[in-house]
């Protein structure tokens, strides 16, 4: 089973669409017109239109907040590895890194369409510029000294799926 993301089908990778393909609704909406809306349209009977769970939903914002990925995922991004997880047996499409760091930290395989995927699970924090403090939280700026901050790699691991592993 392939669940793929909006961009994977955006960037006209239609050919490569299997039959078990799923999408959950939120991917569909991102499509707001065009040869690809037609498209879409044409063979909606065909796509499994897939909504995760609330359980699946809070296990992957959890996750994404674990590795300090959720402020660079969009809420179709969640929707996306949710489905994945609740399934159980699927593929996450995606070439998002910050989708793709959650697959592994979830052990959920993923796939990338364009590039290469990752080949490390980083766990993100963030670092005031001015007295160095580490949040495992993003914030844009220090509560303690008032500086930005920036996000840091403090943990890496090999990621458990993607295109080594397929």
Request: hydrophobic letters at 35%; proline letters at 2%; aromatic letters at 6%.
């Amino acid at each position: 089973m392939m669940v793929y993301d909006t961009t994977h089908l955006i960037e006209n990778k239609l050919s490569s669409l299997t039959d078990d393909f799923v999408a959950p609704s939120l991917v569909l909406e991102e499509i707001k017109g065009g040869k690809l809306k037609d498209y879409i349209d044409s063979i909606r009977d065909q796509i499994r239109v897939v909504n995760p769970d609330q359980k699946s939903l809070e296990t992957v914002i959890r996750a994404a907040k674990e590795t300090g990925d959720f402020d660079r995922m969009s809420l179709t991004d969640i929707h996306v590895v949710a489905v994945a997880l609740m399934i159980g047996d699927a593929t996450v499409v995606s070439d998002d890194y910050a989708v793709q760091n959650v697959c592994s930290h979830l052990h959920v395989r993923f796939s990338g369409v364009k590039i290469r995927t990752i080949r490390k699970e980083i766990v993100w924090k963030w670092r005031c510029t001015g007295c160095r403090k580490v949040f495992d939280e993003y914030v844009s700026r220090c509560p303690v000294c008032g500086h930005p901050t920036s996000r840091i790699s403090v943990h890496t691991r090999d990621a458990l799926s993607g295109d080594s592993q397929r």
